[in-house]
């Protein structure tokens, strides 16, 4: 197990959490937005499952703007 991977998957996982709630608090949440982070969430929980069970090696995705 990749302690220094799923650290980072942990960092990405909790700020995709903080931009989705930056982005709801909006007054005017753009709805693709949030579907993207979503998507983006589930895919790093996928990865973080993944990684912490040592079934496949994982890459980290770079967080996009």
Do not use: C, W, Y
């Not at 799923?6 to 949440?29: A, F, K, S, T, Y």
Request: hydrophobic share 35%; proline share 6%.
């Amino acid at each position: 197990m990749n302690h220094r991977l799923i650290g980072r998957l942990r960092n990405q996982q909790h700020q995709l959490e903080q931009m989705l709630r930056d982005e709801l608090r909006r007054p005017r949440p753009d709805p693709l937005v949030i579907q993207d982070l979503k998507r983006r969430k589930l895919q790093v929980k996928d990865e973080l499952f993944m990684a912490e069970s040592g079934l496949i090696p994982v890459t980290v995705r770079m967080r996009h703007a």
